[in-house]
């Protein structure tokens, strides 16, 4: 019994270090989505930075969106057909988790905090997650089929699953490296 729980003591430490390793390998890491509405004009530009110690930076920009509050949310596939973007796929969430950064369950990595849009339609969120990473690992947005950031008509309730009852999805940018 003691061979068989040291060995799994071995195991379990080697995978907690190559996730921590691939989460924070002392390199920093860009990507951007570029976002646009369903028409397929550009409304707005994202940009994700990975510190070399491993926390992601989201910084979204975006004009001519309706006034108001918008859920937005990093979703699974690297797919934004329009016009209704729901190639996008769902919520980011490799970990299973359930939504909204309000549920005590857990949270989806790809939730983020929503947007607020002016009255010029001028909107921005900056903001940073240790969720997801631009590195190789089990939270990597850069999986078998990529990820995109989603803006909502809607704002999100941050508690209801699976999407928080923020609407419809008005603009989508697919997550590329840089």
Same mark, same amino acid.
């Given at each position: 019994?003691?061979?068989?729980?040291?060995?799994?003591?071995?195991?379990?430490?080697?995978?907690?270090?190559?996730?921590?390793?691939?989460?924070?390998?002392?390199?920093? $890491?860009?990507?951007?989505?570029?976002?646009?509405? %369903?028409?397929?004009?550009?409304?707005?530009? /994202?940009?994700?930075?990975?510190?070399?110690?491993?926390?992601? +930076?989201?910084?979204?920009?975006? %004009?001519?969106? =309706?006034?108001?509050? +918008?859920?937005?949310?990093?979703?699974?596939?690297?797919?934004?057909?329009?016009?209704?973007?729901? %190639?996008?796929?769902? +919520?980011?969430?490799?970990?299973?988790? +359930?939504?909204?950064?309000?549920?005590? =369950?857990?949270?989806? =990595?790809?939730?983020?905090?929503?947007?607020?849009?002016? #009255?010029?339609?001028?909107?921005?969120?900056?903001?940073?997650?240790? $969720?997801?990473?631009?590195?190789?690992?089990?939270?990597?947005?850069?999986?078998?089929?990529?990820? #995109?950031?989603?803006?909502?008509?809607?704002?999100?309730?941050?508690? #209801?699953?699976? #999407?928080?009852?923020?609407?419809? $999805?008005? /603009?989508?940018?697919?997550?590329?490296?840089?």
């Amino acid at each position: 019994m003691k061979i068989g729980l040291g060995f799994l003591l071995i195991v379990l430490a080697a995978l907690m270090f190559a996730t921590t390793a691939s989460a924070s390998d002392g390199v920093a $890491r860009n990507a951007i989505a570029i976002l646009k509405d %369903s028409n397929g004009t550009q409304v707005g530009m /994202a940009t994700f930075t990975e510190d070399a110690s491993g926390p992601v +930076h989201v910084n979204v920009s975006v %004009s001519g969106l =309706a006034p108001g509050t +918008h859920g937005i949310h990093i979703h699974e596939k690297s797919n934004c057909t329009g016009p209704t973007f729901t %190639s996008a796929g769902e +919520h980011y969430n490799p970990l299973g988790k +359930h939504h909204g950064l309000n549920n005590t =369950a857990g949270i989806h =990595a790809g939730d983020l905090p929503n947007m607020v849009v002016d #009255s010029n339609g001028k909107g921005q969120l900056n903001v940073t997650t240790d $969720r997801v990473t631009l590195s190789p690992g089990p939270t990597t947005l850069f999986d078998s089929d990529g990820s #995109s950031l989603v803006i909502h008509a809607g704002p999100d309730d941050q508690m #209801s699953d699976p #999407s928080g009852n923020s609407g419809g $999805r008005i /603009a989508c940018g697919v997550i590329e490296a840089k």
